[in-house]
T-cell receptor, first 114, second 115 residues
Framework: GNSVTQMEGPVTLSEEAFLTINCTYT??????LFWYVQYPGEGLQLLLK?????DKGSNKGFEATYRKETTSFHLEKGSVQVSDSAVYFC?????????????FGTGTRLKVLA | NAGVTQTPKFRILKIGQSMTLQCTQDMNHNYMYWYRQDPGMGLKLIYY???????DKGEVPNGYNVSRSTTEDFPLRLELAAPSQTSVYFC??????????????FGAGTRLSVL
């Protein structure tokens, strides 16, 4: 079955450091891939997405590239800020199912220190 | 700009009690979902719906029921609450129409404790 594996956290960085959060997936067919962010006490919100191989999603300085050959969708940011402290979830959606269900990774908590 | 609204935000139940978690969306989305979020476990799909009158089980449906009588509302029913149902519950919705096709929009969550 489909699955998503994320690197375990927490990840603690100093402000302006480079961020990478690894995400790999297993899927039949051609899934869409997503990164969602959850700030304390809130629901998840979409950060970026990619719908086909070699697509790059980007938003708020974050980027991730859909790599079919390595089944990966790693999240990167060149210079993190304290306000980026949150939990980040990688997810996939099997477009062929017709239900648009997601499978989520376990989440990676990021803490950025001033 | 309400989006997905969940009520209540917090609830404490005693073992064996029942309750309904409410979810409503004002975006006219076809698809709606209920998840539970346990610490360190990510989100697990409980039930989902592809339209009014149509519901189906997700990964962890035991102990829960849902209904979808309207496009807007998707309540989640807990019967005979158990401590294992202590969790944070999220409702989400999505559409099959571009440009927001397949993007899920989440409510703020309901934090439930069963004691």
């Amino acid at each position: 079955g489909n699955s998503v594996t994320q690197m375990e956290g927490p990840v603690t960085l100093s402000e302006e450091a480079f961020l990478t959060i690894n995400c790999t997936y297993t899927a039949t067919g051609y899934p869409s891939l997503f990164w969602y962010v959850q700030y304390p006490g809130e629901g998840l919100q979409l950060l970026l997405k990619a719908t086909k191989a070699d697509d790059k999603g980007s938003n708020k300085g974050f980027e991730a590239t859909y790599r079919k050959e390595t089944t990966s969708f790693h999240l990167e940011k060149g210079s993190v800020q304290v306000s980026d402290s949150a939990v980040y979830f990688c997810a996939l959606s099997d477009r062929d199912s017709g239900t648009y269900k997601y499978i989520f990774g376990t989440g990676t908590r990021l803490k950025v220190l001033a | 700009n309400a989006g997905v609204t969940q009520t209540p935000k917090f609830r404490i139940l005693k073992i064996g009690q029942s309750m309904t978690l409410q979810c409503t969306q004002d975006m006219n989305h076809n698809y709606m979902y209920w998840y539970r979020q346990d610490p360190g476990m990510g989100l697990k799909l409980i039930y989902y719906s592809v339209g009014a009158g149509i519901t189906d089980k997700g990964e962890v449906p035991n102990g829960y029921n849902v209904s979808r009588s309207t496009t807007e509302d998707f309540p989640l029913r807990l019967e005979l609450a158990a401590p294992s149902q202590t969790s944070v519950y999220f409702c989400a919705s999505s559409t099959r129409d571009p440009p927001r096709k397949n993007i899920q929009y989440f409510g703020a969550g309901t934090r439930l404790s069963v004691l």
